[in-house]
């Protein structure tokens, strides 16, 4: 069901909600969070795609604030979504037009959920001033999406500058399977220092910047940053132990291979996660990401290098997907 309501109020907004929760019995009972995005008006159907799928375990009350005109007459449009064509959540999309676009916060205030958390989701470039945002200030979890901005790099960097607790990115999230998978080889014998390590990614991903710091960090050992065309996002990583060394390479979509010495070659299921995924695991973990926190500490302390992959693979340092192939070939033939 979808309900549109031009030149509305938020206080208006406010009763119907209750009335429509009213005539809608359980249907609209059950909500967890408020889940408020800011976005513009040609992202719309995509960020109203995402949320949706992202709440399906996470009923939710989504609050879409819809930048557009700012230079009509301060009005404000609104839709509300509910039944199938909101998923598990209910849907209020906000079209703020002129004066209203800086003060976003006038209308969202009266439909947040009472009593629930409040988390914030920026699907494009996040604001200059993230926590000068009444948003900002109002929500328990921020989550941006550094990748959308010109320079994720830089923009990585001023977030780091600008970190308080709560603050949560999407390319960090979608880093948790490599994380894991990384973390358990270290959990097996040979239980060596790692002496260096490399990352190849897309010279664009944030993710591979984040999983570099994240290996630095904690490991406190040099990393080399190796950077592939843009538009990839984390490729291969090599771990150097006195043993040998250890490397994670994506081989396809779905699946990376697993070399270390004296181990038999082992594929690993690495799917890519998508934005939707991705957003449902952060409405899932709401408390303080400490990792998340000492990893952006540590931008300007880790021992970085930063060179091209054919630089990388020429050095020796790094395996890609042929060579990894390759090995996993040469493995089978002597074993057969």
């Not at 929760?21 to 995509?46: I, K, N």
């Not at 710091?213 to 150097?240: H, I, K, N, Y």
């Not at 449902?280 to 091209?308: G, Q, W």
């Amino acid at each position: 069901m979808i309900l549109d309501y031009p030149d509305v109020s938020a206080r208006h907004l406010s009763r119907e909600l209750v009335r429509l929760r009213a005539d809608q019995g359980a249907m609209a009972l059950g909500r967890v969070l408020s889940l408020a995005v800011v976005t513009d008006l040609g992202s719309l159907p995509g960020v109203l795609e995402t949320a949706t799928a992202a709440t399906r375990q996470h009923p939710s009350r989504i609050i879409v604030l819809v930048r557009d005109n700012a230079l009509d007459e301060p009005r404000l449009d609104a839709q509300i979504r509910l039944g199938g064509d909101a998923g598990a959540s209910e849907i209020v999309v906000l079209y703020l037009h002129g004066a209203l676009v800086e003060h976003e916060h006038a209308v969202l205030l009266p439909l947040l959920l009472p009593d629930s958390p409040i988390v914030a989701w920026w699907p494009g470039r996040p604001p200059e001033e993230l926590h000068s945002s009444p948003l900002a200030q109002v929500a328990s979890r921020r989550i941006t999406t550094v990748a959308q901005a010109e320079d994720p790099a830089q923009e990585l960097r001023r977030l780091a500058s600008d970190y308080e607790a709560g603050d949560t990115d999407i390319a960090w999230t979608r880093l948790t399977r490599w994380r894991a998978l990384l973390a358990a080889v270290l959990d097996e014998p040979p239980f060596e220092e790692v002496q260096s390590a490399t990352v190849s990614g897309g010279s664009d991903s944030p993710r591979v910047d984040l999983l570099a710091f994240w290996l630095g960090r904690f490991l406190e050992c040099p990393v080399v940053r190796a950077r592939s065309a843009p538009g990839q996002g984390v490729e291969s990583v090599r771990l150097q132990r006195a043993s040998g060394p250890v490397d994670l390479v994506r081989i396809d979509g779905e699946n990376a291979l697993l070399l270390a010495p004296g181990r038999r070659a082992r594929r690993v299921t690495l799917p890519h996660t998508t934005l939707a995924q991705s957003l449902s695991a952060e409405l899932h973990r709401l408390d303080v990401d400490d990792v998340y926190e000492a990893v952006l500490e540590s931008i300007d302390t880790v021992d970085l290098t930063v060179m091209s992959t054919a630089d990388a693979l020429a050095a020796g340092i790094l395996r890609d997907r042929d060579s990894a192939l390759d090995a996993e070939s040469q493995e089978i033939e002597e074993n057969a």
